[in-house]
């Protein structure tokens, strides 16, 4: 089972980007790359989350508070 910490920043973001139906801004090596994860669905080339890519990205950690501000 992949964990949400696991996935490179660059899988994260994918994978928030097909969650919110953002299919053209995903490149197609890391569709595949979530889909060798069991993420994606490898029989959609555009890229459509499983239901474990899903339930992945619901489960995220979400940030906390308000960044920071100096000043």
Do not use: C
Request: glycine fraction near 8%; charge should be positive; charged fraction near 30%.
């Amino acid at each position: 089972m992949t964990r949400w910490e696991d996935l490179s920043n660059n899988e994260k973001t994918a994978v928030r980007q097909l969650a919110r139906g953002e299919l053209h801004d995903v490149p197609a090596r890391l569709i595949r790359r979530l889909a060798d994860l069991g993420l994606a669905d490898p029989s959609k080339p555009e890229g459509r989350l499983t239901p474990a890519g899903l339930d992945l990205y619901r489960t995220r950690p979400k940030p906390t508070g308000r960044p920071f501000r100096n000043g």
